[in-house]
């Protein structure tokens, strides 16, 4: 047998599961990173890739969910994650500020993305999603500017962020809840 074999029956080491095994030298997991770097992937061909043969691995965004959705889980998950060892180690209230920072972060890139496609519509001539006859969707740009700061206003393609917005700013209560020993409370939040 070749160095490549092992007493795994005589199979080939790559072949064998412990080899498949994820080791990594930080308490980061990659692989949760790369999930929800192809569900962007998939959001992004989805929403501005138009006909083309990746649509056939996003389902076009016709499934029961989309890969927004599966984005907005595997990052609500991660949250609890990252927060909640966070939480046990620095203490709930510091915990909560660093959650709330993080919303507040989010807040600010979806409302600069949101306007950054507002002025593309308005003062260029780049095509985005949406037909351009369309147009914004209110009377006035100035209605537009002060719906996206208060969170009342998206453009095409960035209503999801608002939502995921919003679901980090709350995750501090189901944060709150857990650390009580209060899960059900957060699994009948989950299910209304």
């Known amino acids: ?36 770097g192809f569900l962007v992937l998939m959001m992004i061909v989805d929403h501005i890739g138009g006909d083309s043969f ?26 609890g994650i990252v927060y909640g060892g966070r939480i046990r180690r620095i ?14 972060v989010l807040y600010f890139a979806t ?12 003062f260029t001539e780049v095509p985005i999603w949406m037909d351009r006859q369309s147009g914004l969707g209110v009377d006035a740009p100035w209605k ?17 962020l608002i939502i995921y917005v919003f679901m980090v700013a709350a995750s501090p209560l189901a944060l709150y809840a857990l650390t009580k020993g209060r899960w059900a409370y957060v699994l009948i939040g989950r299910w209304t």
């Open 1 to 36: 047998m070749g160095a490549a074999t092992t007493a795994h029956g005589g199979w080939p080491k790559w072949l064998h599961p412990s080899a498949w095994a994820y080791r990594s030298t930080t308490s980061r997991d990659y692989r949760l990173d790369l999930l929800r």
């Open 54 to 79: 990746l649509t056939l691995i996003t389902g076009k965004n016709q499934f029961l969910v989309s890969a927004a959705e599966g984005f907005v889980f595997v990052s609500g998950a991660l949250l």
């Open 91 to 104: 203490g709930l209230s510091a915990g909560i500020r660093l959650v709330l920072r993080r919303a507040a």
């Open 111 to 122: 409302a600069a993305l949101t306007l950054t496609f507002v002025a593309l519509l308005l």
């Open 144 to 160: 537009a500017l002060v719906g996206t700061l208060t969170m009342h206003y998206t453009y095409h393609g960035t209503d999801m």
